[in-house]
């Protein structure tokens, strides 16, 4: 008698599939249990890998064992009569039976019960990128700057704001950006007000003493809710060594916050820019000028940006800024040559991309070139991976949400752009996404909701001409043409060219029926 006869006979495979649905029945229950008892987490993991450990033990017995009317006993020769296996057999069919009904029930109850809900594609990647709602947010307030010479300002700024950017690597919580939690400056800043205001429940507080190329910093963990230190730690070593303390100091706060952290995380924590000290400075004094969102800081902001870049060739991140600042000039209407402009920074957008794929900013400026050139499908790929690359940059997540406005995503364009202002509550940038927001409300006809962001969007930027655009659609909408006019009116006081094809400009990418839309709406409001 052949092998696959002889182990049909003595119901090998019988047992196994018998012992599998028993596993999975066993893992089933693990899983549901786990959570309501506090069991480890790895617990059900465990139990698999015992199952799978045990099946070819399992096979083994089946071999050498028959269960008989007398119990079970060895069966080394085959010896056992051929209405014994099938009695055998008989029964296995019964338990194999029952054990994969209890699975489907098991595995229908744990994913379909009460109580259960299957999270949509847009929630799934809620949870990944973790929201300040999900997770505890973690703020870096300004570092003091405890040097004698003042203009080492910048420096201590740089350092905080380099710590921001490498904990938002960390995908264990979300970080709020440096434009808001540097709104608290000084060491005596209330901890409770910043996190309240912030929505962040740990404050990462520090100072910096820099004498002659030696380096002294000292660093605390709070946790604002008890008031009390998680970690803190200072540090002396030479002024050249910076980069090696930013990955030190990164790697001990987010340790102490959560308990699993894998290598891959790490490395990611662990990328930096550039090696060049000066470029580095260069870099950090061209944000300072940027964060003003004003054309006369925005031309010393791409000085600086260009200076770092020259002096280190492969720092990718100078670039990318230097792509927001030229495309800033033409959406606020100061572009001569917005074509040509446009085309410049997408260029400039693909140059730092092309010297570090990895770079957040880097792919966040490419995706929003790309959408002001009219490229919509390789505008969202690259305004993605930027988020996935860095979820806590609220850049990243507001040039999104505008991407997704543009590939008429109302929905998509509430969600990332709601994200990016919890991620970033005090910043200019964060009072721009409530262009997209109101917007996205307008397209979805959502008129109220659209008006309450065109106001906050004028409340906060009302030199920003679109913000009254937006005020007068919603107005409009809502039946209020008098006041609808009276804002086109005060659009007109800053943008006196404005006219139905500069609105068109500002998206890139036609949208037949909501450009359709909207200009009809602008006609009737006296914008050709």
């Not at 249990?33 to 617990?43: A, S």
Request: one cysteine or more.
């Amino acid at each position: 008698m052949g092998l696959i006869a002889q182990l049909k006979r003595r119901n090998v495979f019988k047992v196994c599939m018998a012992y599998l649905a028993l596993c999975w029945v066993v893992i089933e229950v693990a899983t549901t249990v786990t959570p309501l008892l506090g069991l480890p987490d790895w617990l059900p993991t465990v139990i698999l890998w015992v199952g799978i450990i045990g099946l070819p033990i399992v096979a083994a017995l089946s071999w050498i064992y028959e269960l008989t009317p007398e119990g079970v006993k060895r069966d080394t020769d085959g010896s056992a009569s051929a209405g014994t296996h099938q009695r055998s057999a008989r029964w296995l069919d019964v338990l194999i039976i029952a054990l994969i009904a209890a699975g489907v029930v098991l595995f229908s109850y744990d994913r379909f019960g009460p109580g259960r809900q299957v999270p949509d594609p847009e929630s799934i990647v809620a949870a990944d990128h973790g929201g300040v709602t999900d997770r505890p947010a973690v703020a870096v307030l300004p570092f003091d700057n405890l040097s004698s010479d003042p203009e080492q300002a910048y420096f201590a700024d740089g350092l905080a704001e380099d710590l921001i950017t490498r904990l938002a690597s960390w995908r264990a919580f979300p970080v709020i950006a440096r434009n808001s939690s540097f709104q608290f400056r000084g060491g005596a800043a209330d901890l409770e007000e910043a996190s309240a205001t912030l929505g962040a429940r740990y404050i990462v507080q520090g100072s910096v003493r820099r004498v002659a190329d030696r380096i002294r910093v000292n660093a605390r963990l709070i946790d604002a809710s008890t008031s009390e230190n998680v970690w803190a730690d200072s540090y002396d070593d030479d002024v050249n060594d910076v980069f090696a303390l930013q990955d030190e100091l990164s790697g001990l706060i987010a340790a102490s916050l959560v308990d699993d952290l894998n290598r891959a995380e790490a490395a990611r924590a662990k990328r930096r820019g550039t090696e060049n000290l000066e470029a580095w400075a260069l870099f950090q004094l061209g944000l300072q000028h940027a964060d003003a969102y004003n054309r006369d800081e925005f031309k010393l902001a791409r000085t600086y940006f260009s200076q770092a870049a020259e002096r280190d060739p492969a720092f990718a991140t100078p670039l990318a800024h230097q792509t927001f600042v030229d495309l800033w000039h033409v959406v606020l209407g100061w572009s001569e040559a917005p074509v040509e402009d446009i085309n410049a920074a997408l260029e400039l957008a693909r140059r730092a991309a092309s010297l570090d794929p990895r770079d957040p900013a880097a792919q966040a400026a490419l995706g929003w070139a790309y959408i002001m050139s009219g490229d919509l499908e390789n505008g969202l790929v690259a305004a993605r991976l930027a988020v996935e690359l860095n979820p806590s940059m609220p850049e990243a997540l507001g040039w999104l949400s505008w991407n997704l406005l543009v590939a008429n995503d109302p929905e998509g364009v509430i969600l990332y752009g709601e994200r990016a202002q919890r991620l970033n509550p005090l910043d200019r940038f964060s009072s721009l996404i409530y262009d997209n927001l109101s917007q996205a409300h307008w397209q979805l006809r959502d008129f109220e909701a659209g008006l309450s962001a065109a106001r906050r969007l004028v409340a906060e930027l009302p030199d920003y001409y679109i913000g009254y655009v937006l005020l007068a659609m919603n107005l409009a909408e809502l039946g209020q043409l008098e006041e609808a006019r009276a804002a086109i009116a005060a659009a007109r006081e800053i943008q006196p060219d404005l006219s139905q094809e500069l609105v068109q400009a500002m998206y890139g990418v036609s949208r037949p029926e909501v450009d359709g839309r909207r200009n009809a709406l602008l006609l009737q409001l006296g914008v050709k």
